[in-house]
């Protein structure tokens, strides 16, 4: 079972639409992550938080807006997203510093669907 | 520049062993990981080798690492039928912040196992 938990698991929205992408971890860990992965393609990274303040951001549109609440929770907020967003959304989370090997966590990620 | 290739697809009979290669491009690459898709799923930490480690075993996997080729290698032993998924090999290179590794992916092998 994975311990980083993401809601909802399917998402369908319109394009004028405004929905939100949930995760939640519970290792303590203090980075967290979004990517995007279309079809049988690797993962695409879009954010890092690292201690709940944004690291990285991989030059990804504003119309995906990310937002890190507290240690355990992540956010993706979304807002007039076109058909082509449409992908698989994946929340990650780590321990942060080089001293730490860096593996991943993921979560079973949220299928989004943008008609 | 940082390029991480891997062959695309791999048929094996249930039983055999499977051997998934990969090849990266970064030599100050810290560690190397093997992830794990099933379909539908998130992705699966299956194991990671440090670059200064030439080979590592858990259970029915065996990682090779070549660094003088930059060849990393996924043995997996008497292949089931649950192993069937898409393999992505990850190398981390060195972050420029201090904190947060960057990963850079494969395209993914998808493993096919036949009964």
């Known amino acids: 079972d994975t311990e980083v938990t993401q809601t909802p698991k399917h998402l369908v929205m319109g394009m004028t639409n405004k929905k939100s992408l949930k995760c939640e971890q519970h290792?303590?860990?203090?980075?967290m992550y979004w990517y995007k992965q279309k079809a049988k393609k690797p993962p695409e990274l879009m954010f890092v938080y690292s201690y709940e303040k944004l690291s990285i951001n991989e030059s990804v549109p504003s119309r995906f807006s990310p937002e890190c609440p507290n240690s355990s929770l992540l956010n993706l907020h979304l807002h007039a997203l076109q058909p082509e967003d449409s992908a698989l959304y994946l929340c990650a989370s780590s321990q942060p510093g080089t001293m730490n090997t860096g593996e991943l966590f993921f979560g079973e990620g949220s299928r989004l669907t943008v008609l | 520049g940082e390029d991480v290739e891997q062959s695309l697809f791999l048929s094996v009979r249930e039983g055999d062993s499977s051997v998934i290669n990969c090849t990266y491009t970064d030599s100050s690459s810290t560690y190397l990981y093997w992830y794990k898709q099933e379909p539908g799923a998130g992705l699966q930490l299956l194991t990671y080798?440090?670059?200064n480690m030439d080979m590592k075993q858990d259970q029915r996997l065996t990682v090779l690492l070549n660094k003088k080729d930059k060849h990393l290698s996924l043995r997996i032993a008497d292949t089931q039928t649950g192993d069937s998924a898409i393999y992505f090999c990850a190398e981390s290179i060195s972050p420029k912040d201090g904190n947060n590794r960057k990963l850079i992916w494969g395209l993914g092998t998808s493993l096919a196992v036949n009964p």
């Open positions: 080798i440090f670059s």
């Open positions: 290792m303590g860990h203090r980075a």
